[in-house]
């Protein structure tokens, strides 16, 4: 029963076939896991997203493969692993170790294989004489844009009726630029909160714990709670206008695009602007409504960057502003510089 | 343009479009598509507009009677959004745009000078008014020769288009923009979905950009014949014209490597597709509508068989009005050619003109109407 086919399957765990067998002969009830060896599959899983945290990219030996249950069964569990952690950075280093690996192995594929792979991630190719695939142009200009080295360049590629030739390096290489989307995406997919088992929560925090031992010193990507807080600079202007100070028209705008990014309603926002010194309903009414995209064009006036709040004086930082540039990002990354303790 | 000339233009307008409504049809589906019109001479487009039925969309094109109709490269799930985010793209045409302007220079006597502010004016390209110095309103009329050079053009773009890009002649439809221009709309299912990225990808492509020159120079200095590259695409062209052009390889082997440098850069010019970037890229372009009339020239964006590129004759079949006679104040106008006949040159004279010659000079701004 464990054919060829078996074996590309847990080599290559993203594959449709994976989780076709996996739903064909695994029951997924919870105790029958623990008969297939679930908890062999969660370590597994932990060791798959550490290897693509440590060394980025997961590696597959040929024991792995032979426990192949185990393998199959340990991709799906890491991906939940990597969505609980609702981290962006080790979203992208799993996913970019995950379409590593699988780059590494392909390279010793046969073209039959090779070709098989990237007909099922939606990247087919066909194979020509001379030891060349070619791909649909469509197909190239979506993987191949990311890649910033002139020989990627369509210009400077072999293209004839509507495909693109290469070598079979570079045809892996494009079959990881969309093994590495599939998997990211996939990480993106949220987790039902209640379904998940404690072993799970647990193996989440000892990736998190290796994660931290990498990242110290390093600013940390981490958002920090979804924050409601003003930023320093527009809460500085919104205590002097509530204290009766003439605001420049800047700052009124600053202030007004705030409010409306806050989805406050134009009348709270104009009864708050009703405190200035030369405060006149019909005038405010117009461009606040304006600024929120009701009049004129449409269009919708964003808050300004930092970059613009300090060219115009009005820049005062807290330790929340790190690393953002944007006021509306204010307090969704973490202090960079306390140490952490594993 | 003074009013009697605008009632005159929509008068001719609305004859053209009962006559032939039917002829225009917009992509399909035609309710994922955005609608922008020019309604009013000298005023902003009006966009954003969206019809349920081709129905709709000729009662409202009768009923306005537009100078001019655009409609969206690009279907979308909700196209009248006023907010371009919001209209959530679904995919777009590729969109080719080659302007005349750019791939060949208009010449002195196809284009007139005006002076707004001495009411002067004369024949030529002047920038500045002779007698009072003020910036002077440039007149460019259609000319057949520019216009040659982009069907040239535009047959270049069309050949890289199947041989390369692998294009079948059915998804592509080639217009005659009604002015100075040629447009070439690819629907083809698979390319519906190229990003941004990847057009910008094409664009270069097409415009020879980011060239790998090394490699062809080394092929190209160590004399390896056509035969023995295993080139494909654009590189080719540029391989085999290059070796066209010295006549041998012994020739390229024996020449400085900057002669054979500045030769590549030639032939790279000679063999690009001057096509309008911007027009490419933008996938939410609004293209103007097939069968419609330009009102920079009143002649109508004509779809050209592929088969009869060669020999199309935009001035004569581009033409949208009949011949009824016309009297016309002509303010100044180079000789011109349209509807396979010659007229002017004209100054300061009221003329009688074929209904067909008098939109274009009142459309090129040149003359006013003066009752029939």
Not at chain 1, 150 to 164: D, E
Not at chain 1, 278 to 290: A, I, N, R
Not at chain 2, 79 to 84: I, L, S, Y
Not at chain 2, 334 to 351: M, N
Request: include cysteine.
């Amino acid at each position: 029963m464990m054919s060829e086919n078996v074996l590309r399957a847990a080599r290559y765990p993203f594959l449709p076939e994976t989780r076709e067998f996996i739903s064909r002969n695994i029951d997924l009830s919870l105790e029958s896991l623990e008969k297939t060896g679930s908890e062999a599959a969660l370590k597994r899983a932990v060791e798959r997203v550490k290897n693509a945290l440590i060394f980025k990219e997961v590696k597959v030996t040929a024991l792995d493969e032979l426990n192949y249950v185990r393998e199959m069964l340990s991709f799906p569990i890491a991906i939940i692993l990597v969505s609980m952690i609702m981290n962006e950075y080790v979203r992208r280093m799993y996913a970019l170790g995950e379409s590593r690996g699988a780059y590494r192995r392909m390279l010793n594929e046969s073209d039959e294989t090779l070709l098989y792979i990237g007909e099922k991630m939606g990247v087919g190719g066909v194979l020509d004489d001379e030891n060349t695939i070619r791909v649909k142009i469509p197909t190239y200009l979506k993987l191949a844009y990311s890649f910033h080295a002139p020989h990627w360049k369509l210009v400077n590629r072999a293209v004839n009726n509507g495909y693109v030739s290469m070598g079979k390096t570079e045809y892996a290489r494009l079959i990881q630029v969309e093994v590495n989307n599939y998997v990211y995406e996939k990480t993106l997919e949220p987790v039902p909160a209640g379904a998940v088992p404690d072993s799970f929560r647990r193996a989440a925090d000892e990736i998190v714990g290796v994660w931290s031992r990498l990242e110290t010193g390093k600013a940390s990507r981490v958002p920090l709670r979804e924050r409601e807080d003003t930023p320093p600079c527009i809460g500085r202007i919104i205590r002097r206008m509530e204290n009766g100070e003439n605001a420049s028209h800047f700052e009124r705008l600053v202030v007004a695009t705030f409010m409306i990014a806050r989805s406050r309603n134009i009348d709270e926002i104009i009864e708050f602007f009703s405190k200035q010194p030369d405060y006149k309903y019909s005038v405010t009414k117009y461009q606040v409504e304006h600024l929120a995209g009701i009049r004129g064009g449409g269009k919708k006036y964003s808050v300004p960057s930092c970059r613009t709040m300090l060219t115009n004086g009005l820049c005062y930082p807290d330790e929340y502003c790190k690393g953002i540039k944007h006021p509306l990002r204010y307090g969704e990354k973490n202090v960079a510089d306390e140490p952490r303790v594993p | 343009m003074l009013q009697t000339s605008l009632e005159f233009l929509k008068r001719e307008f609305f004859k053209y479009y009962y006559e032939n409504i039917s002829r225009l049809v917009p992509p399909e589906p035609i309710r994922s598509r955005e609608f922008g019109f020019f309604l009013e001479k000298g005023k902003g487009m009006f966009r954003h507009k969206c019809f349920n039925s081709l129905r709709d969309f000729h009662e409202f094109i009768l009923n306005e009677i537009p100078l001019d109709i655009y409609v969206s490269a690009a279907n979308y799930e909700d196209p009248c959004n006023r907010d371009m985010s919001e209209k959530k793209l679904v995919n777009a045409e590729l969109f080719f745009d080659i302007d005349a302007e750019s791939v060949a220079a208009v010449s002195e006597e196809e284009s007139a000078w005006i002076c707004q502010k001495c009411n002067q004016y004369g024949i030529g390209l002047r920038d500045g008014c002779p007698s009072c110095g003020a910036p002077t309103e440039l007149v460019r009329l259609v000319s057949e020769k520019q216009l040659n050079v982009a069907l040239r053009e535009t047959e270049k773009l069309i050949h890289v288009l199947r041989e390369d890009f692998g294009i079948a002649p059915e998804n592509m439809r080639v217009f005659y923009s009604g002015n100075r221009g040629y447009h070439v709309h690819v629907n083809q299912e698979d390319f519906l979905n190229v990003t941004g990225e990847g057009r910008r990808e094409i664009i270069d492509y097409l415009l020879i950009q980011g060239l790998d020159e090394k490699e062809l120079l080394n092929f190209l200095k160590r004399g390896v014949s056509i035969g023995g590259v295993s080139l494909k695409g654009v590189k080719r062209r540029v391989y085999m014209r290059v070796l066209e052009k010295a006549g041998s390889v012994e020739k390229l082997k024996t020449s400085k490597r900057e002669t054979v440098l500045k030769m590549l850069e030639g032939i790279v010019e000679e063999l690009k597709v001057r096509i309008d970037p911007v027009v490419t890229i933008d996938m939410h372009r609004l293209m103007r509508m097939p069968e419609s009339i330009n009102s920079s020239s009143g002649m109508v964006k004509r779809r050209i068989r592929l088969e009869d590129l060669p020999s199309f004759k935009p001035l004569e079949e581009a033409i949208a009005f009949g011949d009824e006679e016309t009297c016309l104040k002509v303010k100044i106008a180079p000789r011109f050619r349209l509807g396979g006949r010659t007229f002017g040159p004209f100054k300061d004279e009221e003329v009688e003109l074929p209904a067909y010659a008098a939109v274009y000079i009142v459309c090129k701004g040149l003359g006013e109407y003066a009752g029939r």
